[in-house]
C-alpha cells in the first residue's frame, strides 16, 4: 500500500481540524488505498518554525498551510498545475493568484478565509477604501 507523510495544523485551539482528519483522512485512505501517516499535527507558530528548517528534500508529501505563508515557503511545495489546471479554470481570479507563485500552482485550496472589517459608524463615519494605506 502506498502511504502519504503528512504534517498537518492540529493541537490546541485547532481542534476541530483534528476532527476532520478523524473523518476525512480514513475516507481518503478507503477510496485511494494509500495509507495517510501524520506525522505531527501543529498549531501554526510551530507548523511555521518546522517549515523554516525544510530544504523540501524531506519525505513529507503535504503540509497544511495558509496562502498567506505560500510565498515564503514556496521552495516546498511541487507544481501542481498538471494535475489541478481545470480545477482552478473555475476559482475567481484573486483566490487563483494567492495559490500561485512564478505562474506554477503550489495550493490546492480547502477553502476561501475572506477577511472582513467591521466599524462603528458612531465612531467613524466610513471605512477605509480598499487599497487605501492607513501607513503612512
Not at 56 to 70: A, C, P, Q, R
Not at 92 to 116: A, E, H, N, Y
Request: net charge neutral; proline share 7%.
Amino acid at each position: 500500500m502506498k502511504k502519504i507523510n503528512a504534517i498537518l495544523i492540529g493541537g490546541a485551539g485547532f481542534e476541530p481540524y483534528e476532527t476532520l482528519y478523524r473523518i476525512a483522512i480514513p475516507a481518503f485512505e478507503r477510496e485511494y488505498r494509500v495509507k495517510v501517516d501524520i506525522l505531527g499535527l501543529y498549531p501554526h507558530p510551530e507548523l511555521n518554525r518546522i517549515k523554516d528548517t525544510l530544504n523540501g528534500k524531506e519525505d513529507i508529501d503535504v503540509i497544511s498551510s495558509h496562502t498567506n505563508f505560500l510565498r515564503s515557503y514556496s521552495h516546498l511545495y511541487e507544481d501542481l498545475s498538471s494535475y489541478l489546471g481545470d480545477l482552478y479554470q473555475d476559482l475567481l481570479d484573486p483566490l487563483k493568484k494567492s495559490c500561485t507563485v512564478d505562474g506554477k500552482i503550489l495550493l490546492m485550496p480547502r477553502f476561501i478565509d475572506v477577511r472582513s472589517l467591521h466599524y462603528r459608524k458612531d465612531l467613524v463615519q466610513a471605512p477605509p477604501k480598499p487599497g487605501t494605506s492607513l501607513l503612512k
